[in-house]
């Protein structure tokens, strides 16, 4: 009976050591068999990998062209005919030009055509369109005349100096202007990128004549002082040979101190007594009219000092517009904006800042009249 029981006490202790020991080590070791060795899966794919990919595929839209003739029929046809022929239906004071006979105030080039574009020509009809024609809209205008005239070969001579996108300064000799006044050794050319030209005497600083188009030819490029500049655009202002700053009625010399060339934008440098001046000029526009600014920084007290107007003869006063003082020379227009005060020889600088000189050459009565400048109702 004894071995009996202790044969029974030794199989309750197997079963229970192959239950609860033995029999979950060996089903651990099958589940971690079956895991390690189970297939692997395919690949799991949303809905939007699912889609075949065109990404290859894909580019920018294109860029819709600018119809030259569309811009042409808009801004220009009215004046110069649908045709390029001259006779639009505008009324000017004088014809349009005809593009058809092959015609281009400062040339036939891309650049040439496209400043005017851009600027217009002052004393004349022609606005610029800088401010109502994107750059695409200009340069499909412009390939647009230059298409409208016969082949033409653009001019070259191997003397002339272009402006293309940087200011130039030349100095040298400047030619006699008739009966005003012989040569002037000592003289400058400032060319803009907007096709503006200035000339300055430089022995005492003044302003001499603005020029707009080409910018210059030169023969003598051995000595400063040889032969004269030629100076090739037309000229669209010019003011008589005088003294221009003055202190209590003496004139003053302004001594020419250097130019400058800086972020697209020459100026010339200049200083009277207690004041240096940095002058620089631009096309612009008042209202529909052409034309050009100088503006004059100042650096030191000008509140001493009578500035002359730029005139040919002796300017007759119009009166005050919105921000400027307005004076008649002749045909032209000149304007004066930031004056301390306007004085029988001209204007009292300010005593700091700057000053803007406006000129309208050849101004448009009517056109004067919509933008504003005064005094000039009587005259129509």
């Known amino acids: 009976m004894a071995h009996q029981s202790s044969m029974t006490a030794k199989s309750i202790l197997t079963n229970i050591v192959c239950v609860f020991i033995v029999a979950p080590i060996v089903t651990a070791l099958i589940v971690w068999g079956a895991w390690v060795l189970r297939p692997d899966p395919p690949p799991q794919t949303s809905s939007l990998d699912a889609m075949p990919s065109h990404t290859a595929d894909i580019r920018p839209a294109p860029q819709t062209p600018v119809s030259g003739r569309t811009v042409y029929m808009a801004s220009c046809a009215r004046c110069h005919g649908p045709s390029g022929d001259g006779k639009g239906t505008e009324q000017l004071d004088r014809p349009a030009r005809s593009f058809l006979a092959g015609g281009f ?86 060319g803009g990128i907007d096709g503006l030209t200035l000339a300055y005497d430089v022995d ?100 001493a000092i009578t500035m002359m107007l730029p005139s040919q003869g002796v300017p007759r006063y119009l009166g005050r517009g919105e921000s400027s003082e307005w004076w008649r020379d002749g045909g032209d227009l000149i304007g004066i904006r930031g004056a301390a005060e306007v004085e029988a020889a001209g204007v009292r600088l300010p005593a ?21 400048i005064p005094g000039l109702e009587s005259a129509t």
């Open 352 to 372: 700091s800042g700057t000053l803007d000189i406006i000129v309208l050459p050849a101004a448009d009565i009517d056109q004067a009249i919509r933008a504003g």
């Open 105 to 190: 105030s400062f040339g036939n080039t891309p650049e040439a055509v496209r400043r005017v574009v851009q600027h217009g020509i002052a004393g004349t009809p022609m606005p610029g369109f800088a401010r109502t024609l994107n750059a695409q809209q200009v340069q499909a205008v412009t390939k647009y005349v230059i298409g409208l005239a016969p082949p033409a070969p653009p001019a070259s001579d191997d003397a002339e100096l272009v402006v293309q996108n940087r200011p130039l300064v030349l100095r040298g000799m400047l030619p006699a202007r008739g009966a005003l006044e012989g040569d002037q050794p000592r003289g400058l050319l400032i």
């Open 204 to 303: 005492e600083v003044r302003f001499r004549a603005a020029r707009q188009g080409g910018f210059a030819a030169r023969t003598d490029w051995e000595n400063r002082g040889g032969t004269p500049l030629q100076p090739l655009g037309r000229v669209i202002h010019w003011a008589a040979p005088r003294s221009v700053f003055s202190i209590d009625g003496r004139s003053v010399p302004a001594e020419f101190l250097g130019t400058t060339i800086r972020d697209g934008v020459a100026a010339i440098r200049m200083q009277i007594p207690g004041v240096r001046i940095k002058e620089h000029a631009a096309i612009t526009s008042v209202g529909e009219l052409p034309g050009y600014v100088r503006t004059l920084v100042f650096d030191g007290d000008a509140s």
